[in-house]
């Protein structure tokens, strides 16, 4: 505002000027509208504003899992961000500029488990990718590294039809199949971005939806079972609950899926925008199909969480990076 010792004002200037500052005031005074997403209770970010700022959403966690009939714990990273995908390829573009037609861009998101079993470590990553504009899935890739051998697994959708490939260690494991699309299908790797209602609620408070569902290439890899269609039903809680985490204390939504097979599924929801995941557990069916038992309990509790450009964090020293996560002491 211009200050009144640099000269008389105008009736006009002074109308003006008196005319800004009240519309400041009913600014500061109407309430905010309600933002994007589940719960969120004032104006917060887009899906643009917040997952396209160049960074990626990173987040730690404590993991628990039960392998061989036994509890074991470990850590476990998500990684989520947006980047731009081939089509055609079904990779990542390395310049979207090159044939944008055949471009568009994906929302990835990677899941690390690291546990030990005895004497030996699991490392295993899921990535799946739906596409940005409304989640459909596009791709789920699952890779497995233990001392037996290695397992590779990748699901590709299509309109009409999922391929399934498999290269295993395991006799007779490694194959490739063509499953039917089924309408509504919901892979169970991308529960973690649909409850999330990045833009906009995936159930209303206490809303009940069943569904196909594909169980997830590490739930199959537990059990040794190949890949098949099921059946699913979520259900979001009417209310929120407070929650603590060792990341810290959270007001939680709550959504459960139980699988046809008995197997059943809790998330826990960071209420505020960006909705993040705090906790999740599975736990395996009390009739198990499989040559493996009891194995499939599987969860996860946030220890904590940045946004970074973490492809560019590759320097000796940047490992402290890894504190924030609760990652590293």
Request: aromatic letters at 10%.
């Amino acid at each position: 505002m211009r200050s009144i010792r640099a000269g008389r004002w105008t009736v006009a200037q002074v109308a003006a000027a008196l005319a800004a500052a009240a519309t400041a005031w009913v600014v500061l005074l109407v309430p905010p509208s309600a933002g994007e997403g589940s719960g969120a209770a004032t104006r917060g970010p887009t899906f643009e504003s917040h997952w396209q700022d160049g960074k990626a959403e990173l987040a730690g966690y404590r993991y628990h899992v039960t392998r061989y009939g036994q509890p074991r714990t470990g850590t476990a990273v998500m990684i989520t961000v947006t980047e731009p995908f081939r089509a055609s390829k079904r990779v990542k573009a390395d310049d979207p500029n090159v044939n944008p037609a055949d471009t568009f861009e994906a929302l990835k998101l990677n899941l690390v488990r690291d546990f030990r079993t005895g004497i030996y470590d699991y490392k295993t990553m899921i990535s799946a990718f739906c596409r940005s504009r409304d989640f459909s899935p596009v791709k789920v890739a699952f890779s497995a590294a233990e001392w037996c051998g290695q397992v590779y697994e990748e699901i590709e959708f299509e309109p009409h039809r999922a391929t399934d490939l498999v290269r295993s260690y395991f006799e007779d494991e490694s194959a490739a199949r063509t499953m039917q699309w089924k309408k509504g299908g919901v892979p169970e790797d991308l529960l973690f971005v649909l409850v999330r209602g990045l833009r906009g609620d995936f159930l209303k408070p206490g809303e009940k939806r069943d569904f196909p569902f594909l169980p997830s290439p590490f739930t199959s890899r537990l059990a040794h079972t190949p890949m098949a269609w099921t059946t699913a039903t979520a259900e979001r809680s009417a209310g929120s609950e407070r929650l603590r985490v060792p990341a810290g204390e959270f007001q939680a939504d709550v959504f459960t899926v139980r699988v046809a097979d008995g197997r059943v599924g809790r998330f826990w929801i960071e209420r505020a925008y960006p909705h993040r995941v705090l906790r999740w557990a599975w736990t395996p069916s009390p009739k198990p199909a499989s040559r493996m038992g009891a194995d499939g309990a599987d969860g996860g509790e946030l220890t904590g969480t940045k946004r970074l450009a973490y492809w560019q964090l590759h320097a000796n020293g940047d490992e402290r990076e890894l504190r924030g996560l609760g990652l590293r002491d």
